[in-house]
Structure formats: C-alpha cells, structure tokens
C-alpha cells in the first residue's frame, strides 16, 4: 500500500473555499488569526466558516507572536483541533495551551530542522518553509528541499510556494508526513481558487501513487 501524504490548504477566508477543499480531499484547513495577513479572519468570520466544516476535518489555528490571552480567547471560541505557531514562540509558550501544536521553521541551512526538531520536542510535527525576512509564512516562495533530513524524530509538513506545477516534484524529492499550501492555490490573496485545489490534490495523489 502507498504511502498517502495528507494536505492542509491554508488561510481559508471564505465558506465555499473551505468545501472545495473537503471535497477535493484536504485533511486540515488552516486559518490565519494573525492580523497583519491579507488571509487574516476574525472569530466571528471562522465561526461562519466552521459551520461548513464537516467531521474528521482537522482546523488548524495559526499564530504569529500572539499574546497568550489571545490564543486562549480562539480556544475558547472555535473548536481547534492543532495551533499551528509561525513566530519566535518558545518550547513553554506553544505547549501551554494543552493543544497540539505545529511549530512552524523558515529553513536557512540544513541544521535549521534538527534544531527545531531538539527545541519543539512537544510538537506534534514541524512545518519547513522558506524564509523571508518581512514574511512569517505565505510568501509564495520554494527553498531548497535539499537541506531536509532524510530521517526526523517529528512529522515534516513541507510548505513554500507550492502549487500545482512543483507539488509532484516536491513529495519525490523530501517524501514529507504533509504538505502545506496557501497562495499557490489562489486567484488572489485570501480567495481559493477551486480548479488550482482540485489540480493541487490530483497532482498529489498521482505522487503518492508512484
């Protein structure tokens, strides 16, 4: 049996992007409770989302440097399933809501892993993308996939300028527990685009297959 790499579609901001998403296949949807993002949304706005959301769909919470009352306060709002961290949090801050968490890793060299790997051992997985020195996550942007680990101790989810074109490619070159996409599956910033998704996960499947 094939190995099956699961696929979160991230910064969801509207209800009918979220079903397409299910209905193309994704595990997890991501929603961006980081203001300063073109793909941010309010409590109110996931809640209208979650609404659609039908069972066994993981929703993954991201933050960038929150303040712990605000992370407690979507907590205590949304029914999240894993917090997804994309700031400078420490071990202590992102384990301290009782919740799975990803902590997410902008690789620069290949030790870059390792080391989030030894400091996040509580996470449930960490998530490699590009780095950027304006940008904490959807810069559209690749990194070199060489500087992954063939082994790690922690779930890799790959993210950084997936998309449809590059994502076969991706899962045979690094063979990751997930993969992670946002503006590669998107007309504009915030709003999916359903043809790019459903490309997307076929393309995913057909490296699964091989």
């Not at 941010?40 to 933050?63: E, G, W």
């Not at 420490?90 to 902008?106: G, M, Q």
Request: include cysteine.
């Amino acid at each position: 049996m094939s190995f099956r790499t699961r696929v979160k579609i991230c910064g969801i901001t509207q209800a009918d992007n979220a079903v397409a998403a299910i209905s193309a296949g994704a595990d997890a949807l991501g929603f961006v409770f980081y203001e300063p993002s073109p793909r941010y949304v309010n409590i109110d706005q996931a809640k209208n989302i979650f609404n659609k959301i039908s069972p066994f769909i993981n929703k993954v919470a991201l933050f960038v440097n929150a303040e712990h009352d605000y992370v407690s306060s979507i907590l205590n709002n949304l029914n999240i399933d894993v917090l997804q961290f994309h700031g400078d949090e420490d071990e202590a801050f992102c384990r301290s809501f009782n919740t799975p968490y990803l902590k997410a890793v902008r690789i620069q060299e290949a030790a870059d892993v390792q080391k989030a790997v030894t400091s996040f051992a509580s996470a449930s997985g960490i998530l490699v993308d590009a780095y950027d020195q304006t940008q904490y996550g959807g810069t559209g942007k690749t990194f070199n996939w060489d500087l992954l680990p063939n082994k790690c101790d922690l779930p890799i989810i790959l993210a950084g300028g997936l998309n449809d074109k590059n994502i076969y490619q991706a899962i045979h070159a690094t063979r990751p527990y997930a993969v992670d996409v946002s503006s590669g599956v998107e007309k504009s910033k915030g709003v999916k685009d359903h043809a790019l998704i459903e490309q997307f996960m076929h393309e995913v499947k057909r490296a699964d297959n091989e």
